[in-house]
C-alpha cells in the first residue's frame, strides 16, 4: 500500500473515531465493519470488529447485533472476552455520549 493510501485510510479511522465518541451509531458500526472486512487498507482485525459492533449493538443498531454474532462463530471464547473487555474499557475512556433513540 502507497503512502497516500495509507494516509487516506488513517484520516477515515481518526475520522469514524471522532464520529463514534460523539454518539454516532453508523460510525461504530463502520468501525466493526472496516476491521471484519480489511476495508480502506485496514488489516482485519476480529477482535477489534467484534468490539465496534458490540457498542453499535448497545446503542441499538440491530446490523451491529447481527454481524456481532456472524463474527463470534469464527472467534475463540478468548478473543471474545478480549473484545467485550476493550468495549468496555472505550466506553469509560471515552467522551462517547449515547444519543437519545
Known sequence: MGAISQKSAEFLLRSRLADAEAGDVDALFELGVTYSTGRGGIGVDLIEAHKWFNLAALSGCTRGQECRAEIALEMTGRE???????????????SYQRRAA
Open 80 to 94: 471474545i472476552a478480549e473484545a467485550q473487555r476493550q468495549a468496555r474499557a472505550w466506553l469509560t475512556t471515552t
